[in-house]
T-cell receptor, first 109, second 114 residues
């Protein structure tokens, strides 16, 4: 079993939809959680960085962490075609990032 | 502020050869990490350097090695290349060197082994 599980999708939604992306993890030692966005042929770009359980909002993006359930989510409101990318959850422990498999998202006009 | 730069961007090698990839972190960043990304395994941690010392290491064979210079630039070397080494190799830099630092990625070097 992988330490971080993420549904690879692909996920296809119409423009304006609310997108929900999720990851589960098995190691309770993970304390810091991130979401990265990766466009084709580019490196991952940091979207959100959270530590505590609860919600963190940044524009159209909301990151949610539930440490008791070992579950993290990223919500994208009013999705746009420019949001089409691969979304990777990641967790840091001892300077090492452990990534989920990534979810491929397509937002069609 | 300039981002993380990696050279070369693309590389084609044959089995048995060796390759060296280069990474220049964001100015002022002292930590550099390397990752391998493949369709099957996703993003996997190779190693991390801080102040010219390897601080963390992933589960890769000894054919994969790296180093960091006094200006924080880093190189990664893969010897005796295998077909399975074909991947996107990503470098990430962190700021103050805390193990919980946000890591910023470069565009990657795409290595193809024939």
């Amino acid at each position: 079993q992988k330490e971080v599980e993420q549904d690879p999708g692909p996920l296809s939604v119409p423009e304006g939809a609310i997108v929900s992306l999720n990851c589960t993890y098995s190691n309770s030692a993970f304390q810091y959680f991130m979401w990265y966005r990766q466009y084709s042929r580019k490196g991952p770009e940091l979207l959100m960085y959270t530590y505590s359980s609860g919600n963190k909002e940044d524009g159209r993006f909301t990151a949610q962490v539930d440490k008791s359930s070992k579950y993290i989510s990223l919500f994208i409101r009013d999705s746009q075609p420019s949001d089409s990318a691969t979304y990777l959850c990641a967790m840091i422990m001892g300077g090492k990032l452990t990534f989920g498999q990534g979810t491929i998202l397509t937002v069609h006009p | 502020k300039a981002g993380v730069t990696q050279t070369p961007r693309y590389l084609i090698k044959t089995r048995g050869q060796q390759v060296t990839l280069s990474c220049s972190p964001i100015s002022g960043h002292r930590s550099v990490s390397w990752y391998q990304q493949t369709p099957g395994q996703g993003l996997q941690f190779l190693f991390e350097y801080f102040s010219e010392t390897q601080r963390n290491k992933g589960n890769f064979p000894g054919r994969f090695s790296g180093r960091q210079f006094s200006n924080s630039r880093s190189e990664m070397n893969v010897s005796t290349l295998e077909l399975g080494d074909s991947a996107l190799y990503l470098c990430a830099s962190g700021g103050s060197g805390r193990t919980t630092d946000t890591q910023y990625f470069g565009p990657g070097t795409r290595l193809t082994v024939l």
